[in-house]
């Protein structure tokens, strides 16, 4: 697509891949998106899997007929954006790859390619004849030799994986803002959400600049909705709550736990209360790291299992912990047979993370019932909260 006269958008969308990372769930697909700066010069701005080498190269000599590429711009070295550099390297052999020192060493690791390499720094521009690159380095969004390439003469920042999201934009590849919002934040929980901080320094290097188009890898091209894109990622960062609500996270082995949880949600249901409800024994967890990050509570329960807690919802725990997860109140409840021990448990791991604890928790034995597990004390004081 050209989105300037400048610059050609190439996005390969992806129905086929189940899992991104092999980890994460992709039941709207998801898109892969490079770059074309045409000018005097032209620069490429990252490049695709190796699975879509002949659909990519392709669209390039659709867009540039029998010009030569005279660089290519590698923003982040990881595989879904760059194994394609051997291929670029092989049919533009006088090509320039402009990266950073990090990814230098990356490069000759994966493709053992080490000339033609011009490595940048901060601030550093590479002149295409009528326009400029200029580079900003943003270590850990999301890896450390990741840097993000602005384009000033048509305001435009092309930004590797940030502001990225998962989804295949197929006929919608500008903006969509609210279409995109829950598939962007699950992408930012589960792919950048432990790296806050340096999203926040990269975020303090975009402000001075006066931007019109944000091009990420994956999702749409920002352009009219830029505001609340970098709101979102703003937010996410300094993991501040986007909505007041519930994230309940459940597993359960013989439905008690989760005759619990489904009551719990009946009455938050009557208050009025904005909730979402995640089975992790069923459910990929990056759904509910995504609306953890989202929202102002977040209710665990968990079975007992040999004397400590049910393993997908450790994991759950486990990974928000990881990802620097804060800010948050939390409440914990579960079934035992001979012996409870999961909420404690879940209770240590919450004030671990800086979490404020609502109460106790509430563990009970044996079958569920309302007299045994009554959760409506807990609901009416999460809807204060949420007032």
């Known amino acids: 697509m050209k989105i300037s006269d400048r610059i050609r958008h190439i996005s390969i969308n992806d129905h086929k891949t189940e899992r991104f990372e092999g980890l994460w769930a992709l039941p709207y697909g998801v898109s892969y998106n490079s770059y074309l700066v045409v000018d005097e010069k032209i620069a490429l701005i990252d490049t695709a899997g190796a699975e879509y080498k002949d659909l990519f190269l392709e669209a390039i000599r659709e867009e540039i007929g029998s010009r030569a590429i005279d660089y290519v711009v590698v923003n982040h070295m990881e595989p879904d954006h760059s194994a394609l550099l051997s291929e670029i390297r092989n049919l533009y052999p006088d090509v320039t790859i402009l990266c950073s020192q990090k990814a230098a060493g990356m490069i000759a690791g994966y493709h053992g390619i080490t000339d033609n390499i011009q490595t940048v720094k901060e601030n550093e521009s590479v002149s295409l004849g009528n326009c400029n690159l200029t580079f900003y380095m943003t270590p850990m969004v999301h890896w450390p030799e990741t840097m993000m390439t602005w384009l000033a003469e048509e305001k435009t920042f092309f930004t590797g994986d940030a502001f990225g999201?998962?989804?295949?934009?197929?006929?919608?590849?500008?903006?969509?803002?609210?279409?995109?919002?829950?598939?962007?934040?699950?992408?930012?929980?589960?792919?950048?959400?432990?790296?806050?901080?340096?999203?926040?320094?990269?975020?303090?290097?975009?402000?001075?600049?006066?931007?019109?188009?944000?091009?990420?890898?994956?999702?749409?091209?920002?352009?009219?909705?830029?505001?609340?894109?970098?709101?979102?990622?703003?937010?996410?960062?300094?993991?501040?709550p986007v909505r007041k609500g519930v994230c309940i996270a459940y597993g359960s082995m013989y439905g008690n736990t989760e005759k619990a949880a489904l009551d719990l949600a009946a009455e938050l249901e009557r208050l009025g209360v904005e909730y979402r409800l995640h089975n992790l024994s069923a459910e990929d967890p990056s759904f509910a790291y995504r609306d953890a990050f989202r929202y102002t509570h977040i209710v665990a329960g968990s079975p007992t299992y040999n004397n400590d807690i049910y393993p997908p919802v450790y994991s759950f725990m486990y990974g928000l912990g990881a990802r620097l997860l804060k800010n948050r109140k939390f409440f914990a409840f579960g079934s035992f047979t001979w012996a409870g021990a999961s909420v404690k448990l879940l209770n240590a791991m919450a004030e671990k993370n800086g979490w404020t604890l609502i109460g106790e928790g509430k563990s009970f034995s044996q079958g569920w019932s309302k007299e045994k597990c009554d959760l409506r004390e807990l609901a009416e004081a999460i809807a204060a909260d949420c007032r």
């Open 165 to 240: 999201a998962f989804m295949a934009c197929d006929g919608q590849t500008v903006d969509g803002f609210d279409r995109i919002e829950l598939e962007m934040t699950r992408y930012y929980a589960s792919i950048v959400g432990k790296y806050g901080a340096q999203v926040q320094m990269a975020l303090k290097k975009a402000a001075g600049l006066e931007i019109e188009r944000i091009c990420s890898t994956h999702g749409p091209v920002w352009e009219q909705e830029i505001g609340k894109t970098v709101a979102l990622y703003d937010q996410l960062s300094r993991y501040e």
